[in-house]
């Protein structure tokens, strides 16, 4: 429900921007499950992909597509999410990232 929530709000501000939700996000997916349902569902030509999670899943993910590692090199904040750069086939050590932003970042009224 968080990752949905996060989501929504990123959807309120970038409303062009598309979302699409995946089952390989969950916690007991493996990373390369996440990267098979990329190349069936992101479109081709795609730069930036913002991913949002839940933890340790989501940070072991992002850890395994910025470094190659299973491990977690990073921390993210419940809430938080990560925007990554792709620039060849989605897989380990393939992503640069943009950003990331933590729950104390977003404007909620």
């Excluded at 493996?30 to 730069?47: E, L």
């Amino acid at each position: 429900v968080r990752a949905e929530q996060t989501a929504k709000i990123l959807q309120d501000e970038y409303p062009k921007v598309k979302f699409l939700q995946s089952e390989t996000l969950a916690p007991a997916s493996h990373s390369n499950d996440f990267a098979k349902w990329c190349h069936q569902h992101v479109k081709k030509g795609t730069k930036c992909l913002v991913i949002i999670g839940h933890e340790p899943h989501l940070s072991q993910l992002a850890s395994w597509l910025l470094f190659g590692s299973q491990q977690s090199h990073i921390k993210i904040k419940k809430g938080g999410c990560l925007a990554l750069e792709i620039n060849q086939a989605i897989g380990p050590k393939k992503g640069v990232l943009l950003w990331a932003l933590t729950p104390k970042s977003f404007l909620i009224e």
